[in-house]
């Protein structure tokens, strides 16, 4: 069967405009920069979770030109929650980049937008045919899901410039929006990992997989997730808390999270160890097994240490980029 790939893609735009999730916060008042930070915020998440921190973000930067006035830690800060730091540590670099080489404004060429931190060639496809209409191909995992099915392929048997030739056919000249709105809706909310619903698909006439059971696709079995030990102690006054900024590659790294355990035993003199909190925190690869040991201090002292380190006030933890969980202890005391 030769598929009519014009045809597909004019189905596409059809059902978007129908059926399309036009409400989504960054799909109004459209301009390059929310395009931008809506992109990099979808990257490994969910929509339902993206759209709170959008819409917070947005509020606290509403343009390019009020985050080029941010500091990393302000805008790790707006990210905290979120995980997958590093998108946050790459819109930092990235309007850095656009403020020094670009005058302040997002770059509307695909090779200077592929050159920005954190932006490879779908995600600078997107942008081109979402924020400057001008048709490129995207392969995102719902792109690459609906294209196989299309063509009844696992998958794991498509080389990557196969399904980037593919997609490249089916992008759509006249509405570029439209069609790359609608191919990342279609495979969201329609042509779904499990249980796709081929009736409701404007596709399933076109589909060789429509309406017979899916190939399973990238089917791996489940494995144990690597478990993570960390023990922290977690010092407050009345007013304030010792933090530290992570300064290594890795986990949380560039966050502001408390003191290990061991760097509090030379100053137990002064602390006073008010309880004990142990819980599990579940990251998407990884989980972490956290024994914090909350301690009481009357009073502010220094450390003899070169990390960067603050008396951080209880009033001001907002500002600064922590991890989710010990937000949440904080949130507790």
Not at 176 to 199: E, R
Not at 245 to 274: C, G, R, V, Y
């Amino acid at each position: 069967m030769k598929q009519d790939f014009k045809k597909i893609s004019s189905q596409v735009v059809d059902w978007y405009l129908k059926n399309g999730r036009h409400n989504l916060p960054w799909r109004k008042k459209v301009t390059p920069y929310r395009i931008w930070i809506s992109e990099i915020m979808l990257q490994q998440t969910q929509v339902k979770t993206v759209i709170p921190y959008f819409n917070a973000f947005i509020k606290k930067y509403p343009t390019l030109q009020k985050l080029s006035l941010a500091t990393e830690d302000e805008i790790l800060a707006s990210w905290s929650g979120l995980g997958f730091y590093r998108r946050a540590k790459n819109i930092f670099a990235a309007k850095e980049i656009m403020k020094k080489n670009h005058g302040n404004k997002f770059p509307s060429q695909f090779d200077s937008i592929i050159k920005l931190p954190g932006i490879g060639r779908s995600t600078a496809g997107a942008l081109m045919s979402l924020a400057f209409l001008v048709p490129q191909p995207i392969l995102d995992g719902n792109v690459k899901r609906v294209i196989s099915r299309l063509i009844r392929k696992n998958i794991a048997a498509l080389k990557e410039k196969d399904l980037w030739e593919l997609s490249t056919k089916l992008v759509n000249s006249e509405d570029c929006f439209s069609y790359t709105q609608g191919i990342m809706d279609l495979g969201a909310t329609v042509c779904s990992k499990a249980n796709p619903t081929c009736n409701a698909c404007p596709l399933n006439e076109s589909c060789l997989s429509a309406f017979k059971v899916p190939q399973q696709v990238n089917v791996k079995k489940a494995k144990n997730k690597k478990i993570i030990l960390m023990s922290f102690a977690l010092v407050q006054t009345k007013k304030s808390l010792l933090l530290r900024k992570n300064d290594t590659e890795s986990i949380w790294s560039s966050l502001w999270i408390p003191f290990e355990n061991s760097k509090m035993q030379s100053h137990a003199n002064k602390l006073e160890l008010t309880r004990n909190e142990k819980f599990r925190h579940e990251l998407t690869h990884r989980s972490l097994d956290l024994d914090v040991n909350i301690y009481f201090s009357s009073k502010e002292f220094k450390l003899d240490t070169n990390q960067k380190y603050e008396w951080i006030k209880k009033d001001r933890i907002e500002y600064y980029g922590m991890p989710k969980p010990i937000t949440k202890l904080i949130q507790q005391l």
